[in-house]
């Protein structure tokens, strides 16, 4: 599909990486035309100037075919508004915006906007590596009976291999984080200190997997 993306910082930059290489058409806006430097010279997407939220500035960025919109410039209301025209005017389906104040983040989701709220986002996670215990979702099915979670790990599991943390919680570990980069572990990946456990399991049996990846093996 064509994408747009408005900012192209850091954030809008890898965004527009990305889906290049997935094989999408990608368009990036930004009002400051030095930040197409960070696309690099092998970006073969259009790089407009001008602002996101201007009709023709989007009309030549494709916004007519385009799939989906991503807002993630670094002013809020700049890329609500640009969320708002691109839903609301051009019909994208697809649309997202980045927003740094987490209370305005909540009215737009209530309005229809699908926001990604960065600060409350980063000391959710921040808090998480800080205080870690129990779990917490990244996904449920639309039934809730299935869930996506990342579990806090005992250090006590440190050192075993993630078939005997699977066979003793009756789960499966669906992928793993480690040293900031994820990866699909096999039966005889050995846990490591500071692992990221993401559990895939039935919603029921979370509190149980909670106590079992705490305690660690032998209790």
């Not at 508004?81 to 009215?107: K, M, Q, S």
């Amino acid at each position: 599909m064509h994408i747009v993306i408005m900012g192209c910082g850091r954030v809008g930059s890898a965004l527009a990486l990305s889906m290049e290489d997935l094989g999408h058409s990608v368009a990036v806006v930004d009002q400051d035309p030095n930040a197409f430097r960070r696309l690099g010279t092998g970006f073969a997407g259009r790089r407009v100037t001008g602002t996101g939220f201007d009709r023709d500035t989007l009309v030549e960025a494709g916004i007519e075919g385009a799939g989906a919109f991503a807002a993630v410039s670094s002013g809020d209301n700049s890329n609500i508004l640009a969320a708002r025209v691109a839903r609301e005017t051009f019909g994208v389906e697809n649309v997202v915006a980045r927003i740094y104040d987490p209370r305005r983040a909540e009215i737009y989701q209530r309005l229809g906007i699908p926001t990604v709220a960065t600060v409350r986002w980063t000391a959710d996670q921040m808090l998480r590596r800080l205080l870690p215990a129990g779990a917490d979702e990244h996904w449920r099915d639309p039934s809730g009976t299935v869930v996506l979670a990342e579990v806090h790990l005992s250090p006590g599991w440190v050192g075993h291999r993630v078939s005997r943390l699977e066979d003793a919680a009756g789960v499966r570990i669906a992928a793993l984080t480690r040293l900031g980069h994820a990866m699909l572990p096999s039966n005889d990946t050995v846990l490591q200190e500071g692992d990221l456990a993401h559990v895939a399991l039935l919603a029921s049996e979370l509190p149980k997997v909670e106590e079992i990846f705490a305690k660690g093996p032998g209790h």
